[in-house]
C-alpha cells in the first residue's frame, strides 16, 4: 500500500518559514560564495538571494529577487574569473592533471577516451583539497553525493531501477552508471592511485566516491560556455528551470550576464527562473537523465508506451515505492513514477491519491 498524498499546503508553509529560518551553516556558505564573486568581478549580487520554494511537490533551493526588476534589465553579472571550465589558468597549471599528463595537453586534439574525465578529475581534486583550492567557496555550496543519491536519477539503485526497467529511460541510466565505473578504472589504469597533495603535507588518496560526486557535478549544473564547451557558473547554478513562466535569460561568456526577459518582470520576492530550453528542446527523459528531475508543464513530450509495458509500470508504482522508501530514494521514485505518466497517460489515477498526479 502507497503513503498518504503529499500536503502541498503544508509544504508551500514550509517553503515560507524557511526564508526567514535559514541554517547557520548554510548562510555561511551562501555569505562566502556572495563574498568571493564580489571580489573577483561580480556585480549587483544584492539583487538576489537563496530562497526556498516548491516544485512538483518537493522543496526545494533557488533564487528569489530581493528588489523589483524591471523587464529587460541587467540583474547580475557571473565574472570569467569564477567560471570553471578546460581554459581556466587552474586547470591548465594543475599540479595533477599535468603530473598525469593531462595539464596543457587538455586541449589539444584529437582528445582520448581519459581526456573526458579531466575536468572531474579536476574537480575533485579541488574538493578534497579543500580552504586549499581557491574554488573552495563555490564547491561548498555544490550538492553533496548524499544529496545525489537522494534525487538524482544517475544514483537509481539498481532495484529500483529494475522496478522501472519497462521506462526508455533505465535503460539509459544503466548504461552511464557503467560508463562511469568504467571510466574509474580507466583513469586508474592511465594514472594508477590518483594522489592529493596538501600543503599541510597531508596526502589524500582520490576514491570512486570523491570521481562520481564530481561526474553528477558537472551533470547537473554545468551551463554551455563559448570556446570552452562546459562550465561550472557560481550562483547561476542555483537558479531553477522554468518553461511558462520562466522570467531570466542570460549571455554565454566570457562573463555570464543575467538579464531579465524583456517580456517578463520580476517582482520582489519571487522566484528568479530561467529556461534549459534555450539551445534546445529537451523531453523529460533528457531532464531526469541530467538534471535529476522532470519539468512540469515540459512541451516536449515522451513516446507513448504500449499496453504491456502499461501494466509493467503499474506494478511498478507501486513496489518501486516500498524499495525506494527503504533504500531512502522516494524522490528519485517520485522522478520515474512522473515519467511513467507521461508515458502512459492512463497511470495518472495511481497517483492522484499521492498528490503527485495533480502536479504532473
Known sequence: MLSQGLDVDKLQ???ESSKHRADPMESEIIDDLWKWVLAHGG???????????????VLVRGVAATRDIPAGTAIFKIPQAVILHKSHPTVLGSNLLNRIQLGSDILRKPRTAFHE??????LAEQRLLGEESFWWPMIRALPALDDY???HCLCAHCELLSCFVSLPLVGNLQRE???????????????????????????IRMSWRDFQWSCLVWRSRAFGCRRNGCALVPILDLINAGMAQSNMCHTRGPD????????????VESEVLHSYQASSKKNNEHFARTYGFVLQGNPSL???LGIEATAD???ALSKGYSIAKELGQLNIWRTLARLSVEHCSELRGELDFLGLGQQM
Open 256 to 267: 555570464f550576464k543575467t538579464y531579465a526577459k524583456d517580456d517578463c518582470s520580476i517582482c
Open 302 to 304: 515522451v513516446r507513448s
Open 13 to 15: 508553509e514550509e517553503a
Open 117 to 122: 574525465w579531466a575536468l572531474p578529475i579536476f
Open 43 to 57: 556585480e549587483c549580487l544584492e539583487s538576489i538571494r537563496p530562497s526556498y520554494f516548491v516544485h512538483a511537490g
Open 177 to 203: 552508471q557503467k560508463h562511469m565505473h568504467e571510466a574509474w578504472q580507466h583513469v586508474l589504469q592511465h594514472a594508477g592511485t590518483i594522489e592529493v597533495y596538501k600543503r599541510t603535507g597531508d596526502v
Open 149 to 151: 543519491e537522494k534525487d
Open 313 to 315: 509500470l503499474r506494478t
